[in-house]
């Protein structure tokens, strides 16, 4: 049992852009998501050489049998002569053999989710949202220069779901067993260069089995590399430079640098840890002593790096530093990696809580899983962006990667914007490959300033147990192998305590550092008193319902959005009762509610119709629920909060009751209807305020105050019937990039151009420019219109459709809506040339 009173943690970091690069400051200055990199991108250096391989990919849908071969001929496997050949390496036949003609596959470029581009089947799985999954092909072939010879030349996948099997130049060369996890792949020795002809990769992609009971999508949904370097170079998530507060006050970078030799013969070499601020000036650096690696294997380089008086990360000011690594040999540098820091300290207390930066914080988290309205879990870079500030904007200052390993971009996002991060693990499994699956995930991502804790298990049978504590004590033995700065978790929803309501001697909260609780609110003062040395949070609470925009509830498919609906298994935890719980715990570190975005399947409380779940603070597309507004109340504590819910267009119910909710925090808010005052009320810090209003057409506004003084105003109006549509978009700039995406908001308005919140109606979609429209949706859980094309429904006043920028791509972009009887809207989004991303050309078989 490992038990302690604090856990003291200092610093992390992570990976970004080269920020003395004036193209890549310029690229970052348009599109704030632009892909953080580290052994990810071509140094400034240009020791290495990060190529993008996610265009120009052929794809099948469904397998191909092993006896097919070009144009669809078959080949007799059982012949003596294939059989002998099919055994031998660079013989491997079907869709994975170099020659195969997949010329009338379809073109796609990657990321690629494959299932949310299928049709909605009541007989799919309700839990993935009702959508078919399956097997499917995908096929990529480049030609490398004879430059290339001598060079370590790998491949990278940053998700692949679920299994794969990946096949280079007729050999299989990697099979993956989970949908979550980055691999890679040593192509050096299979290669072939020059004149000697084509590569080519095949990825068979099985999707029929799944790992969650949420939409997990199909196909090459991660990015996509191919990386040139030296034989002798940072291996790909080698470097740990993770900053510790010394003693004294001061701060020192204990970096080690896991360097690999590819080459021929041992090999002695050194690194240069250099340690550059936002305006890429060098403010510290050391020097490492060589170390000797033997061919094909790998040696630690370590070397303190003192930084005096950096500025501190934090979720207010999210300062970051790049530490360049650059391999020496022989006093000649021959790779160098980039990797994005941020100095900041956390420690979690048993008796007070989270501390950042030594001063305390309470963690105001949300739990999300990764899909998104129109892309599924395609997700460009740039949405991910999106997602983040959306987040904060709510007030919220933690995310939860449930139940799985997170995209490095959403990390990176995090990064940028201040966001504490809990970083789950997909299996509870002290097996192997599963070990193997959570090494990964450490070494990837313990560089994050974001990521502040692992999570190693969410709601496990075995959690209760003296084989969960033991399979927890394995992965928490393991976590801290690789990183000693963070504590671990467990997402643990019972077996805390015994029958007698103490703790359970045998369970797996045992093995983590911080207590982790899943619901459970109502023994809260138990397990703080059964555990009263270790660090306790809310590792996920609250699991309210509603639907977006609705406030009656419909039992068949819509939640009423008030704040008062939530499963069984939630005891009392809608948003107030359960931030109120949390709050009251003064030494718990905080909570992360279920869920800050809607996701696709788990459509609780419902099946078919419903293909999306109701669960969410925002819809799938990102539009706040009432939710949203209540945690902003609650959360936001440095401007005044004052919402008003529901709209007030309601025919038919003149006198009838309405109930109103006036999410605040001030300390009283007044309530007139059309001008007339109906009654002031003091504002609850945690229930906030309801009236039962009669229904009268008109202006209903409320006024609150703080001691006393109005610090807020919000109304809501009936508004008229739609006569035209709006586009607005979250930016009005694209990078012409080939990935910069922009979700632009569809709304219909009345004559005096208010948005009308029941608005329901069909939209038209032209596109011209240089981009593409990926995706459409309007956050409607019952919704089974396609998600790709130039169609889309308004769904209680609002929808989105995501526009990406064209590759090389310059000039405006120019999105056109119509609807039968309504003015059209057209906005104009400007795409700027920027310097192409470094990518593998497509070459013809």
């Known amino acids: 049992m490992h038990r302690t009173t604090t856990i003291a943690l200092a610093s992390s970091l992570l990976t970004l852009a080269a920020l003395s690069a004036p193209a890549t400051l310029c690229l970052a200055a348009m599109n704030p998501a632009v892909r953080a990199q580290s052994a990810d991108t071509a140094s400034p250096t240009s020791l290495r050489h990060t190529l993008s391989l996610d265009e120009g990919w052929r794809f099948h849908l469904g397998d191909i049998a092993r006896d097919s071969f070009a144009g669809g001929q078959g080949v007799n496997l059982y012949a003596p002569d294939i059989t002998y050949q099919g055994a031998k ?336 693990t997909r299996h509870f499994n002290a097996s192997p490959e599963y070990l193997k699956q959570l090494q990964w995930l450490v ?128 005891a009392t935890s809608n948003a107030r009762n359960s931030w109120e719980a949390i709050s009251k715990q003064t030494s718990f570190a905080g909570g992360f509610s279920w869920t800050g975005f809607a996701y696709r399947g788990e459509p609780t409380p419902y099946g078919w119709p419903s293909a999306s779940s109701h669960f969410g603070a925002l819809d799938l597309c990102g539009f706040p629920k009432t939710e949203f507004h209540v945690r902003q109340a609650l959360w936001v504590k440095d401007k005044p909060v004052l919402t008003l819910v529901p709209h007030w267009n309601w025919p038919g119910k003149n006198g009838q009751n309405i109930k109103v909710l006036a999410p605040t925090n001030g300390d009283t808010v007044a309530l007139f209807l059309n001008g007339k005052l109906i009654e002031e009320k003091k504002a609850d810090p945690f229930q906030m305020v309801e009236w039962q209003v009669p229904y009268a057409p008109g202006r209903l506004e409320a006024v609150a105050k703080k001691n006393g003084r109005e610090v807020a105003r919000f109304a809501v109006e009936t508004t008229g019937e739609p006569v035209a549509l709006r586009l607005t978009p979250d930016r009005k700039a694209l990078a012409g990039d080939g990935r910069d995406a922009v979700p632009v908001t569809v709304e219909a308005i009345d004559a005096q151009g208010r948005s009308v919140p029941t608005a329901n109606l069909p939209v038209s979609l032209e596109l011209s420019g240089p981009g593409a429209n990926i995706g459409v949706g309007n956050g409607d859980p019952n919704s089974h219109a396609p998600e790709k094309g130039d169609k889309v429904t308004i769904y209680n006043g609002l929808a989105q459709v995501i526009l990406q920028s064209q590759r090389a791509g310059s000039g405006n972009l120019v999105l056109r809506a119509t609807s039968a009887g309504l003015q059209p809207a057209e906005t104009t989004i400007n795409v700027r040339a920027v310097p192409a991303l470094p990518s593998v050309p497509v070459v013809a078989q």
């Open 443 to 570: 070494r990837r991502d313990r560089n994050h300033p974001s990521v502040i804790m692992w999570s190693l298990f969410n709601e496990e049978g075995l959690q209760v147990n003296e084989e969960g504590m033991e399979i927890t004590r394995v992965m928490n033995a393991v976590v801290k192998q690789l990183d000693t700065t963070r504590p671990t978790t467990g997402a643990q929803n019972k077996g805390q305590l015994g029958p007698d309501g103490k703790v359970n001697p045998k369970n797996a909260a045992h093995s983590v550092d911080v207590v982790g609780i899943n619901y459970q609110s109502d023994e809260y003062d138990k397990i703080r008193a059964a555990y009263p040395d270790k660090p306790i949070v809310s590792t996920e609470d609250t699991s309210q319902v509603m639907t977006r925009g609705e406030y009656t509830t419909d039992w068949a498919k819509v939640v009423a959005s008030y704040d008062d609906v939530y499963p069984g298994w939630a």
């Open 89 to 424: 390496a660079g013989s491997v036949w079907g869709a994975a053999a170099r020659g195969y003609d997949d010329k009338r596959w379809k073109l796609v470029d990657l990321p690629h989710d494959w299932v949310v581009e299928q049709p909605f089947d009541e007989k799919a799985l309700k839990q993935q949202g009702y959508r078919p999954r399956g097997i499917a092909w995908y096929r990529r072939t480049f030609k490398l220069p004879a430059s290339d010879r001598g060079k370590n030349i790998e491949l990278q996948f940053d998700g692949v779901a679920t299994h794969s099997t990946v096949y280079f130049n007729g050999n299989e060369v990697h099979h993956n067993w989970s949908g979550y996890s980055s691999f890679q792949i040593n192509l050096t020795p299979m290669a072939r260069y020059g004149d000697d002809g084509i590569n080519t990769i095949a990825v068979r992609v099985d999707a029929e089995d799944t790992e969650g009971w949420w939409y997990e999508g199909g196909g090459i949904y991660r990015h996509t590399w191919l990386v040139k370097r030296s034989p002798v170079h940072v291996a790909t998530d080698g470097v740990y430079a993770n900053p510790v507060k010394t003693a004294n006050g001061g701060w020192v970078i204990p970096a080690e640098v896991t360097l690999a030799n590819t080459g021929p013969g041992a090999a002695s070499a050194s690194v240069d840890v250099g340690v550059f601020d936002a305006a890429g000036r060098r403010v510290a650096g050391a020097r490492s002593a060589p170390v000797n690696i033997v061919a094909q294997g790998d040696a630690v380089a370590k070397v303190a790096v003192p930084v005096a008086k950096p500025k501190l990360w934090s979720v207010d000011e999210p300062n970051l530093y790049t530490v360049r690594t650059t391999v020496l040999r022989d006093g000649k540098p021959v790779d160098s990696v980039d990797t994005t820091s941020g100095f900041r300290t956390i420690r979690f207390d048993a008796r007070k809580g989270f501390f950042l930066n030594d001063q305390p914080l309470k963690l105001k988290g949300t739990s999300n899983h990764q899909d998104h309205a129109g892309v599924g879990v395609a997700v460009p870079d740039s949405i991910w962006d999106f997602r983040v500030r959306k987040l904060k904007e709510m007030g919220s200052n933690a995310y939860r990667t449930a139940h799985n390993p997170p995209a490095k971009e959403l990390l990176d996002a995090a990064d940028r914007h201040g966001m504490l991060v809990m970083d789950e």
